[in-house]
């Protein structure tokens, strides 16, 4: 319809780029006039201090994040595998469901939890998942052996392993992060204490059933989460506590 | 008495008995526990709800006992929480610990326990609504913003971790029904910024442990937005100068191209393209050099040929044994009478009439039968009259002639008509005369007789006999008028051997007259006395009665006197023929009528002009008298 090719290139070039420089600029203006309130947002201050501190509640942000990411498979697993684990409804055992992991003391509730100290806590934390590092990767294996359970569960018993390891190393991360910082005394043992490694001995869940495994990881993965949760608050309580 | 007193003891026991039932005791129905929540995480209740009661006073305990041991314990405090309820205190509650929870109803008859629950209370944390819910509106470059905040739940404990909320707020308009949800994370303030101008909001707010049950909404809170109206006038007038800025490019651009725009929106007529037709001649205004191409060279015919154009013509030809043929020719105006089988003749008939075939001697002056010529051609007047006439009031022409003879030339035959004229329509019925061994048709139309008439009645299509008719009765017309002029009569003389008379060939007493006029006659058969029988042919076929043709047997000739006279013998036709046509019943009505009908020349009414009065089958006499005819015959 318009024929463009009768229009004298002379005219052509120069109309297009005004209208390319018009169009161009006045983008720019209604968006700069917006673009006047924005503030560059810094995720580290200048002073030192504020940035470690910083960082420790960002580190403890990213570990609890893994953490309820843990948990919330955990319970996905066990809300499926109740189907598959209906006979071992019978409440009878259920209550004598007996968790490896009972035999560390860890708080039951809130003034509990609270009135504990952090390093004590933080030793919890990691007796908890040291403990629970082969029993998943059995667990793992068990699934992937049962026919029963599809690929939904293999995989994420596995990722559920793979979860667990990686908290250990993040929370040994936060735990070294509070050591430097001085938050906690150095008495905290690292994974290869000796602590950790009899926490971690009891081979009494291989004799634990597939069911039960889950169902006290489950309840485990919450708890971790929960003491990681509270010991954040307790040492960086000014961001999101 | 005594019956009666039993009966009416009898009855009440069994109204009491009834009634007895509905109060019977029995073991109290079963307790059911419809619920276990803990709003912060620190404490529980758990609510049950009661079975029957078998009609007496029931007691409710719950027991519980928790995971690791096998002591059952009751419940502490049945009352803080309500009837039938059962609320643990922090002291009771433990977190990440089964309790197995068991209701018991007692009555006076026994126990019933209830389907133990197992709760953990990690999982069952409903915590209440948040609280404190605020709205503040605040402008933002004079964009209305709602910032909504609220608090937790007091009971919960978020400060210290124990307890992670996720909110959620939901806001409406007043009046609506439906909420606007907004999850809001763990955040305590959330910011809304699609509001009316001027409208009434509430909002709501909600929570949940990440791993719990949603709470209660809050309470509402209404805020109401003020009225504003955007002062952002910057923006707009930036796009109302670009948008002026388009516009003008847009003008351009159609300005630019507006003859192409034109043609596609308004697509040009297309002017008329004739052949050789140059308009550029016509606008100088040389109007006949523009046409001068559209004129053909061959139009209109500049040389008009009419005996090329005529086509038709008639064929008369004779079979071998007996009668005659007659072919109708194409050529009708020539009036040439063709005689197909013929070998003497080789003209193709015109003017063959002319000839010395003329059967009838055709005076002028002295011979009362004469021929009428027409101008216009047609037939002999005198000839005309229908058979259907009344016999007293025509004329018996009759013409006899034997066609028998396969030397009859077209000219012999065309000499017929002239002496006698009376064609009738002949319906295809009977014939009277009837052994004739063939059916002849007999158009003759008389070249000489026929002269070319400009008439307007119809160029016939050739072959058509109806053509003939109208030539027929256009003749007979020409003779009525007074244009015509002359009357010429035509004697006609018959003779029994009128086919002799043609082997002879033209009888010295027959004369042409000069008159030339041509005539349809149609030999419908000619039978075993030597007779034919001629048919007028009717012209008015046309006008509705198609294809018909009024046998009006005139031509039975008699014999030829001694004066050279054709004795015509006038059949009579059937009365049903008289019937066919309406208009030969006009015809035939006027004819009877006055027996000598004149009509106008459009009208094309058979005129047999009577000579003498004709009785049926009857010789009028032998002649044709040609002074008879101009006179009416009443």
Known sequence: MFQLK????????????????????????????????????????????????????????????????????????????????????NQVSRVGRNCHTSNILTPNGKENAQRIEREELTEVIMKLLAAWRDPLWHFHQSVARNHRFNGYGSNKSLEMSDMAHELRKGVQKVVEKMQTLGVISNSVGGLASPEALLAADGSGWRFMKDSDLLYCFRRDSNKIQNYLKILKCRIVPEHGC | ????????????????????????????????????????????????????????????????????????????????????????????????????????????????????????????????????????????????SLRVSWDPPQKADTRSGWITLIYELRIKLEGEDKWEEHPAGQQKMYNIYSLQSGGTYLVQVRCRPDHGFWSEWSDSTYFKVPDYFPQERSIWII??????????ILIWAIHMNSHTLKHHILPPVPGPKIKGFDKQLLKSGKSRDAFSSLVGSDFPPTTTNYEDLLVEYLEVYIPEEQGLMLEEGKDLHDGSLKSKSYTSD?????????????????????????????????????????????????????????????????????????????????????????????????????DSLFPPSPLSSPFAPPGHKEVLGSNYQEYSFGNLHPQTGSHQYLRAHGNMNVANIGHKGVPADLQLPPVRSTEYVEVQKVNNE??????????????????????????????????NGLLLLQRMVSEEEMNICPYEDQESSGLTDSGYTTSTAQKSTAYIPPATQVLDERVAGGYVDTSMFTLPIY
Not at chain 2, 118 to 130: A, M, Q, S
């Open chain 2, 346 to 446: 080789s003209d193709s008939g015109r003017g063959s009439c002319d000839s010395h075939a003329l059967l009838v001697d055709k005076s002028e002056e002295e011979k009362e039968v004469g021929q009428k010529s027409n101008q216009q051609g047609g037939r002999t007047e005198m000839d005309l009259k229908r058979p259907e006439e009344s016999p007293e009031e025509n004329i018996l022409n009759y013409s006899h002639a034997n066609v028998g003879s396969p030397d009859v030339s077209c000219e012999k035959v065309k000499t017929w008509p002239s002496l006698f004229s009376p064609l009738t329509e002949n319906s295809s019925g009977p014939l009277d005369q009837p052994d004739s061994p063939e059916m002849a048709k007999q158009h003759c139309l008389s």
């Open chain 1, 6 to 89: 009768s229009w004298p290139q002379f005219v052509l070039l120069p109309l297009a780029a005004g209208v390319c420089a018009v169009w161009v600029g006045m983008v720019c203006l209604v968006f700069c006039s917006r673009l006047s309130g924005m503030k560059a947002a810094s995720i580290c201050g200048n002073a030192q201090a504020e940035c470690h501190f910083l960082s420790l509640a960002n580190l403890f942000d990213r570990v609890i994040q893994h953490s309820a990411r843990m948990h919330g498979i955990s319970n996905d697993l066990h809300s499926e595998f109740e189907l598959y684990f209906l006979p071992s409804k």
């Open chain 2, 239 to 248: 796009i109302m100068i670009f948008s002026v800025f388009i516009f003008l």
């Open chain 2, 530 to 563: 030597n007779m034919v029988l001629l048919y007028r042919v009717s012209s008015d076929v046309e006008k509705g009665c198609p294809g018909r043709r009024h046998t009006e047997e005139y031509s039975r000739l008699k014999g030829v006197n001694n004066d």
């Open chain 2, 1 to 144: 008495m005594k019956k009666a007193e039993g009966v009416i003891i009898l009855w009440w026991l069994l109204f009491f008995t009834l009634h007895a039932e509905g109060t019977s005791y029995s073991l109290p129905g079963k307790p059911t526990l419809t619920n276990c929540r803990s709003p912060e995480k620190e404490t529980f209740t758990c609510w049950w709800e009661p079975g029957s009661d078998g009609g007496l006073p029931t007691t409710y305990h719950l027991y519980y006992r928790k995971e690791s041991s096998d002591a059952v314990h009751e419940c502490p405090d049945y009352r803080t929480a309500g009837k039938n309820s059962c609320f643990f205190n922090k002291n009771d509650t433990s977190i990440w610990i089964n309790y197995n929870i068991t209701v018991v109803a007692t009555n006076a008859r026994g126990s019933t326990f209830s389907d133990p629950v197992e709760i953990d209370v990690v999982y069952i944390v409903k915590p209440n609504p948040p609280e404190k819910v605020t709205a503040n509106v605040s402008w933002n470059k004079s964009w209305p």
